[in-house]
C-alpha cells in the first residue's frame, strides 16, 4: 500500500490561540517564519504524497493563497536579496498540487474526513493534523516512516506514542499487540477515554495512512465522544478486521494545538533548525 495524496483537515475554527485566529486560519500561524501547515505538506512531499487535499472552511482563504503564485510581490522583490526567502516554499509548490474542499458544517474530525473523499477518491491516503509537528532531525520524516510500515505490510497504520498516564483523556488510545519492533496490530481504540477507565498509554498522533474503506467505516459511524463524528470510532471498527497497525515513530511530536506545546515547538525549531543553517 503507497499513499500518494496526503488529506490536511483544516476546518478547525483555533480557540486556543484566539484573539490571534479571529482573522487568520490557524493553520498560518507561524514557526519562526513558516507556517505550520507548511511544515506538514513538507512531510508528506518527503514521504511521496505529492497530492495535497486540504478541507477548508470560511476565513481560510490564506491557505489557498499560501500555495499559489503571488506574482505582485514576486515580481517587486525579483533580483533582490529577499528572493532567496520565497526559495523553499516556490520548491514545494512546484513539487506538489493542492486541491481544496470546504467542510460546511463542524461535525467532528471524522466528518472531516469524510468531506475529503470527493478530493481522495478510492485510493490509500496520507492524513496529517498540521497542529502535531513532527521533527526527525537524524533519520527519515515521521511520514516516510509510516509510508515504509503501510508499504510492507500492505496495510493501513496510524502513528502512535506513549504519553503519560494523566494524559489519556486528551488523545484516542491504541490496544494491540506487538508483531514486530515499533509494530502493533490493533486491537481496540477509544477516544479521549477517562484516565481511570483508558485500557493503556498508547496515544495516536496526527498522522496516518489508511486504505480507502475507512470512508464506508465514518459513514456507518455514530456521533461519539463530544457529540462528534469521530475518527477512532471509525478506526476502531477498522481494526476489528484486523487491517489496521499501530506504529511508534521516531522523531519528536509537539502539539501546537496548545500554547505550551506551540512556544515548545518554535523553542526546538529555532534552536536545532534556524540556528544551525
Ligand atoms: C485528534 C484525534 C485524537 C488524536 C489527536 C492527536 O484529537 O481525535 O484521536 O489522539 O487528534 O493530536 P484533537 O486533538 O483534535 O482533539
Known sequence: MIARKCLFPAAGYGTRFLPATKAMPKEMLPIVNRPLI?????????????????????????????????????????????????????????????????????????DAVL?????????????????????????????????????????????????PQDQVSNYGIVVGDEIEANVLRVSSMVEKPRVEEAPSNLAVIGRYILSPDIFDFIESTEPGAGGEIQLTDALNALAQTGK???????GHRFDCGSIDGYVAATNFYYDNVVLKR
Not at 48 to 65: A, F, N, Q
Not at 79 to 106: H, P, V, Y
Not at 244 to 250: D, G, I, M, S, T
Open 244 to 250: 489496521l497497525l499501530a506504529y511508534r515513530f521516531q
Open 115 to 163: 468531506t475529503g473523499r470527493s478530493l481522495v477518491g478510492d485510493e490509500a491516503f496520507g492524513l496529517i493534523l498540521a497542529d502535531d509537528l513532527c521533527f526527525n532531525l537524524d533519520g527519515d520524516p515521521v511520514m516516510k516512516q509510516m509510508q515504509d510500515v503501510a508499504s510492507a505490510f500492505d496495510c493501513s497504520v496510524i502513528a502512535v506514542m506513549d504519553v
Open 38 to 110: 507548511e511544515f506538514g505538506v513538507d512531510e508528506a512531499n518527503a514521504a511521496g504524497m505529492s497530492e495535497i487535499c486540504i478541507v477548508t472552511g470560511r476565513g481560510k482563504r490564506p491557505l489557498e493563497d499560501y500555495f499559489d503564485v503571488n506574482f505582485e510581490l514576486e515580481h517587486q522583490i525579483a533580483g533582490s536579496s529577499k528572493e532567496s526567502s520565497l526559495t523553499q516554499i516556490r520548491e514545494l509548490n512546484d513539487a506538489c498540487t493542492f486541491t481544496f474542499t470546504r467542510q460546511r458544517s463542524m461535525r467532528g474530525l471524522g
